[in-house]
């Protein structure tokens, strides 16, 4: 067992083990896989200062690794709640508490230095036997010394301690040469760039002092160009004066010729007017006996047909024309206009058809235009176009709905101007909107819309108008 386990002498420290059996123990030990127990008459060897950083990391790190192959109850209660954790993570949140257990529970410490026999038995022989491999990690020995805790396993770690120590120190040492090198090198680089910044602004100085004096020489010009342009304008405005004063005779001389000019064209009006009536009063006559010829025309004809007792006509020859009488106008008729299928005119032109009747394939124009949105979404979205386009139109609105697959009623509101109905159950909407179209009156115009071609040649064989599904989705799309 390990010497913490062992009684307290007289100035606290650990007693000596009896003699008897000691060699023997510790060959049976090493026979049979676990770390010997000091020899008998060997005093206990310890530590006279903390565990060195690094062999203590190398020490942590054996033990959580050699931590997940031990049973549960061999592990010291401290540490079976990181038994589950990956090495990894034991040797980085169960450091502090594997250093204290192995510190002060022995028989873990024995069961860590069993799996590292395991693990490297060539390195722990070499332990045993008293002798340190020369191409072995210090800090490897020194952990495999702590666990084991052969003979001299103290001083192995010390000498660990003291290398990393060494080791710590060159580093630094070099790191510090390495850093004043470094800063030598930045200084010389900050000198050279200081130097250059000094060159540099002093040419810059030479450029703005030349530049300087370019510019006081051409203020020096700009100010002779100002004088000059100042004499320029004072010549340039007794010229103007000049003109207008030039300007001012001549309007007033304009002005007297127009004056005179408007004398004279009063003159020709009243010549002119004096000759009209003249020539009214030439012509009177002459209507005078043209309107006496006429006269008489007039009254023969009128005698003539109270003789022959002809009977006023009726008929024209423009009532012999077919075509199509404004207000009985068909959907049929506006579908033989030059217009295309699509196009929202189209359905304008119909709508605007007196007492008509828009019946619209709900699903059928729906899937048509906005597939994706789920079937509510669809329903909301056409009814709001189509109650826009009833309030528009003041045409007569139903929407058809496939009724035959609703699990539970549809709770709805229609809009205002649309009538909305569902096809009942073991009815497609196709058949509710035949008997839509057969319920209306023989001539009045209906519009039926859908894409279905079977809808189509239905309706049109009951006297409605089919169009298209994109027809009005074109239409409700334009503002």
């Known amino acids: 067992m390990d010497a913490a386990r062992e009684p307290a002498g007289p100035q606290g420290q650990p007693a000596a083990e009896p003699a008897a059996g000691a060699a023997g123990a510790a ?43 031990l049973p549960p109850g061999e592990l010291p209660q401290s540490l079976r709640q990181y038994a589950k954790f990956t090495p990894a993570r034991r040797a980085k949140y169960a450091a502090t508490a594997i250093a204290a257990a192995l510190e002060s529970e022995p028989a873990f410490r024995v069961r860590i230095a069993e799996r590292l026999r395991l693990g490297q038995p060539d390195l722990v022989k070499a332990l045993e036997s008293g002798s340190v491999p020369g191409a072995a990690d210090p800090m490897d020995v020194a952990a495999a010394a702590y666990l084991v805790r052969s003979a001299g396993w103290s001083r192995l770690v010390a000498e660990a301690g003291e290398e990393a120590e060494r080791a710590g120190a060159e580093g630094a040492a070099a790191e510090a040469a390495r850093l004043v090198e470094k800063l030598q090198a930045e200084l010389a680089e900050v000198r050279a760039g200081a130097r250059a910044d000094l060159d540099r602004q002093r040419a810059e100085s030479e450029d703005v002092r030349r530049e300087a004096d370019s510019l006081r020489k051409k203020v020096r010009s700009l100010e002779s160009d100002t004088r000059r342009a100042q004499a320029e304008t004072r010549r340039l405005a007794a010229e103007l004066e000049a003109l207008r004063a030039q300007a001012a005779t001549e309007r007033s001389a304009a002005e007297s010729e127009a004056r005179r000019l408007r004398h004279r064209v009063g003159e020709l009006e009243t010549a002119a007017e004096q000759g009209r009536r003249s020539a009214r009063e030439g012509r009177s006559v002459e209507d005078m006996r043209l309107r006496l010829l006429l006269d008489t025309v007039l009254q023969s004809a009128q005698g003539l047909q109270r003789e022959l007792a002809l009977p006023v006509s009726q008929i024209r020859p423009a009532d012999l024309v077919e075509a199509v009488v404004p207000g009985s106008a068909s959907p049929h008729d506006v579908a033989r206009r030059g217009l295309a299928e699509d ?3 189209l359905l304008d032109q119909l709508l605007a058809i007196p007492q008509v009747h828009l019946v619209v394939d709900g699903y059928n124009v729906t899937k048509t235009g906005y597939p994706t949105l789920p079937l509510e979404q669809q329903r909301l979205r056409l009814l709001g176009g189509l109650a826009m386009l009833a309030q528009r139109t003041q045409a007569e609105v139903t929407c058809v709905f496939d009724g035959q697959d609703l699990d539970v009623p549809v709770i709805m509101a229609p809009p205002r101007g649309v009538r909305v109905r569902f096809s009942r159950t073991g009815e497609t909407a196709d058949e509710l909107i035949r008997r839509l179209v057969r319920a209306e009156p023989q001539g009045r115009p209906v519009v039926v819309v859908s894409a279905d071609r079977e809808v189509a040649e239905g309706v049109r064989k009951a006297g409605a108008r089919p169009v298209a599904s994109v027809l009005l989705l074109n239409r409700l799309a334009r503002p």
């Open 27 to 69: 060959d049976g030990a090493a026979a049979s896989g676990t770390a010997a127990e000091p020899e008998a008459g060997r005093p206990v060897e310890k530590l006279d200062r903390p565990l060195p950083e690094g062999v203590r990391r190398r020490v942590v790190g054996l033990a959580a690794d050699a931590l997940g192959g």
């Open 343 to 345: 196009d929202p005119a």
